[in-house]
């Protein structure tokens, strides 16, 4: 039965050797150890890859706050306020190009639509959007790795990168498709249920 017991720091070691001595990750536990000291003993100094990567993963996974505290807390990965500040650098970095990208490769674009918060208390704050990502194949191993500079990025510089603007379909000899603003014909009551509280609205869009 396991139990918990309290004895000295040579017992520590001695047990903390075995358990990484019979583990087959041993590489992994040896460096997340050694990054978590690292960075508790220089909070200010350095930001460990395991930490921040960590802690990405749990945001994206999970997106819970409370989660990436306590979780840096106990000195495992970096802050909430650091995993957000990495993720907006990380998007005006790489802007909306595709540095992976060459005349050799292919690439194919993806979209699907994302919801959140569908259904609120008041019918506010929702959203529905569009995301699209670009996928390159095969892979180039020179962009495997890009520096991600730590700076305070706002939210409007994101949105500004991100807008795409609005380009119309024009055919050889055809003329451009314009759309018109909708015209409302005038309100009158249905000539056939004069009885009926509604009345018909009709509506024309020009070309």
């Known amino acids: 039965m396991l139990s918990y017991r309290l004895g000295t720091v040579n017992d520590f070691h001695w047990g903390f050797k075995s358990v990484l001595s019979y583990s087959k990750e041993i590489d992994i536990k040896v460096g997340s150890i050694g990054q978590a000291v690292m960075q508790a003993s220089r909070p200010r100094g350095i930001?460990?890859?395991l930490q921040i990567g960590l802690g990405v993963q749990m945001h994206r996974k999970f997106g819970s706050h409370h989660l990436i505290e306590t979780l840096n807390k106990l000195g495992f990965c970096s802050s909430y306020s650091e995993v957000v500040k990495y993720e907006m650098n990380s998007a005006k970095a790489l802007n909306n190009t595709v540095p992976a990208y060459s005349p050799d490769r292919f690439m194919q674009f993806v979209s699907d639509n994302v919801?959140?918060?569908?259904?609120?208390?008041?019918?506010?704050?929702?959203?529905?959007?569009?995301?699209?990502?670009?996928?390159?194949?095969?892979?180039?191993?020179?962009?495997?790795?890009?520096?991600?500079?730590?700076?305070?990025?706002?939210?409007?510089?994101?949105?500004?990168?991100?807008?795409?603007?609005?380009?119309?379909?024009?055919?050889?000899?055809?003329?451009?498709?314009?759309?018109?603003?909708l015209k409302i014909q005038k309100l009158e009551m249905c000539p056939d249920d004069t009885h009926a509280p509604a009345k018909c609205i009709v509506i024309v869009i020009s070309r």
């Open 47 to 49: 930001i460990c890859p």
């Open 115 to 181: 919801d959140h918060n569908v259904r609120t208390l008041d019918g506010l704050n929702t959203y529905h959007g569009m995301e699209t990502i670009a996928c390159v194949t095969p892979g180039n191993k020179a962009y495997s790795s890009v520096r991600i500079p730590r700076k305070d990025v706002t939210l409007e510089e994101i949105v500004d990168l991100a807008k795409i603007n609005t380009r119309y379909l024009v055919c050889k000899d055809q003329e451009p498709i314009i759309f018109q603003p």
